[in-house]
RNA sequence: GGAGAGUUGGCAGAGUGGUCGAUUGCGGCAGUCUUGAAAACUGUUGAACCGCGAGGUUCCGGGGGUUCGAAUCCCUCACUCUCCGCCA
């Protein structure tokens, strides 16, 4: 959500920052400072009759102590005319209060000025690419084909036993699971990211405070006897560790990482998208989340590039790196790069990581600050990205280190998953 | 699931209707002393909002009520803890 102070100081700019994402603002945001001008005459009247009120009530304690009822009795009349003026400001306030944040919450992020504007996937910038499209000398198979052939997952098996979207692993399939989640935690954690087993479900709170809520429930597995969402991602209880926290001084830099089974309900996909990994209700990522000083947040986001280039880099696959134009960018994010690998089989790329700076806009639903050298309190910054999201992984892996016996497990995979190859 | 007890500032913990945003201790910060540190002593130390400022307002788990006045009384919801039951 973006801060009141922040429209109230440079509306120019953010309107100007949010045509990239094709969204014409001016009419919201005139409208909130219109609001945000009438709340505050509101809230001074209100101020005062409060504090008027409080000095009443103060003199009529002493006098009554003193022993002079009649005059605290003609005090007390006094206040009934303020009580009706109170209360009928006290729902304007409240009111408009009410309206304003409203408003605040249909307003997505400010794009970084590195971001190009642009309405859909076309328009994202490709700022990396690495490798080469794999060349077979046979028909590759898409992964689901290869997934049945060697017996790795079982798609029929989960829609059976739960849904669609919910495969089960098996044998090498689910050992390849394994090592690739041991995989990407311990190069996180050789990259000073602290790991941490977060819950798989969370209250309302966490999810208003990384802005899965209000609006987009639709998307969340929901328990309604406690009250509880399944989590989307492990941003949500990673980042929400730091909801209402006041960091103590200005040097900070917090990485933190942790393995997660995502639950997505993923209402309105369909068709070929959703084919064998593509698109699951149920998968498993290792996230990566970090809280920083703004004056750190761009070399924060270019150190976590890297750290998921080096992943894509030692498993081996042709990937390409994305700068997200604005109308392509998620909700709160203010920079985001995806990236992408190159499926031989499905001759398309596939989303694998995705990684953003959200700024303050997090922070600010989060309360999330920290003390600055002045003591004043400031939000900080937030960033999270995908070290790695399994399943797409997965089909790539399966897909661009086929043979015509097998597939062949990267150098760097065989010590966790214990075998060379897959046939 | 049953019964009971709680929820107060970074932490511990007072406060049962009137200058209480809150005694005190610990912790933090600053200073005195010290070559330095520790100890001791002194001072200081919650957050948000409105206002150029002076200052004002709000917040004692959330919401509502009683009252001139609520941390304190009432209602309601949430959460935590203890004991019993069940159980990985």
Redesign the pocket.
Known sequence: MLE?QRIRAEKDALVKGLLKRNIQAESTLDEILAKDVEW?AA??D???I??E??Q???S???L?KTGKQAEAASL?ER?AGL?VKEAALKSTVDKLEDEITKLLYTLPNVPNELVPSGRDVNDNETVYEQGATPTFGFDALPHWDLAKKYNLIDFELGVKVTGAGFPFYRGKGAKLQRALIQFFLEEASKDGYEEIQAPLMVNEASGIGTGQLPDKEGQMYYMKE?DFYMIPTAEVPLTNIYRDV?LPGPDFSIKMCGYTPCFRREAGSYGKDVRGLNRLHQFDKVEIVRVEHPSNTAQALEDMMEHVKGLLDKLGLQFRILRLCGGDMGFASAMTYDFEVYSAAQEKWLEVSSVSRFDTFQANRLKL?FKDADKK?QLCHTLNGSALALPRIVAALLENHQDENGIVIPEALRPYTGFDRID
């Open positions: 009141i505050r809230k001074t209100l101020d005062n409060a504090a009120m409080n009443l009530a103060r009529i304690g002493d009554f007390k206040t009580k406690d006041i600050r309190s």
